[in-house]
């Protein structure tokens, strides 16, 4: 067997992997998902109780080439929760001055974080259909969901967006969604 064709057959391996795996959580559904018929409200005891945590939320720079840090409150919530709470604050339209990268409409469908620290966000389909285009807006449209989360949550490592319950290539034609993506510093200022 030539090199190449062990590669080939590697990187068919690992995207069967990666399918399988999402298959059986979306399927299956891990313990510490979140469906789309969820509550859109924090459970009823940390809601009550109207505790709060401070999130760095992500925002388009004022050049537009970066994203910005903004500090908001956020409800509170255990585990998977919080992630679900940070997303959805990230996803709501914004005060003025601040511009989401986030295309308008777009809304949290489900989100769960395996035990290797992947948290995988499943988005409405607004987030590509209604997207600008264009490289920079989709490096900063993903890295605005990427980084609310690994931000935040350190024991998220890396995140994969999903579109409507699939894996898609990408938002629009530019960055790889395939599998989990880390943190890029280099786009926050």
Same mark, same amino acid.
């Given at each position: ?5 062990? /590669? ?8 069967? $992997?990666?399918?399988?795996? =999402? ?5 299956? +559904? ?6 789309? +018929? ?8 940390? *809601? $009550?109780?109207?505790?709060? /945590? ?28 919080? *992630?679900?709470? @940070? @997303?959805?604050?990230?996803?709501? %339209? ?18 769960? @974080?395996?035990?290797? +620290? ?11 259909? $209604? ?10 449209? =993903?890295?605005?969901?990427?980084? *609310?989360?690994? /931000? ?8 994969? @967006?999903? /579109? ?20 890029? %510093? +280099?786009?926050?200022?």
């Amino acid at each position: 067997m030539t090199s190449r064709n062990a /590669i080939l057959l590697a990187a068919l391996a690992l995207v069967v $992997a990666t399918l399988s795996l =999402v298959l059986m959580l979306t399927v299956r +559904g891990p313990k510490t998902a979140i469906g789309p +018929g969820s509550p859109a409200t924090a459970p009823a005891g940390s *809601a $009550a109780a109207g505790r709060t /945590i401070k999130a760095r939320l992500f925002y388009v720079s004022d050049d537009g080439m970066r994203l910005t840090s903004v500090e908001h409150d956020v409800p509170f919530g255990e585990g998977v929760e919080q *992630a679900r709470e @940070i @997303i959805n604050a990230q996803l709501a %339209p914004p005060a003025a001055p601040l511009v989401s990268a986030v295309p308008a409409g777009t809304t949290l469908r489900t989100l769960f @974080i395996t035990e290797q +620290g992947d948290a995988y966000v499943d988005l409405s389909r607004e987030a590509a259909t $209604a997207h600008p285009g264009g490289t920079l807006n989709e490096l900063l449209t =993903v890295y605005t969901i990427v980084s *609310a989360l690994t /931000i935040n949550l350190p024991a998220v490592r890396a995140v994969q @967006i999903l /579109i409507d319950g699939r894996e898609v290539q990408t938002l629009a034609g530019h960055v790889d969604l395939r599998q989990p993506l880390a943190a890029n %510093p +280099g786009l926050v200022q």
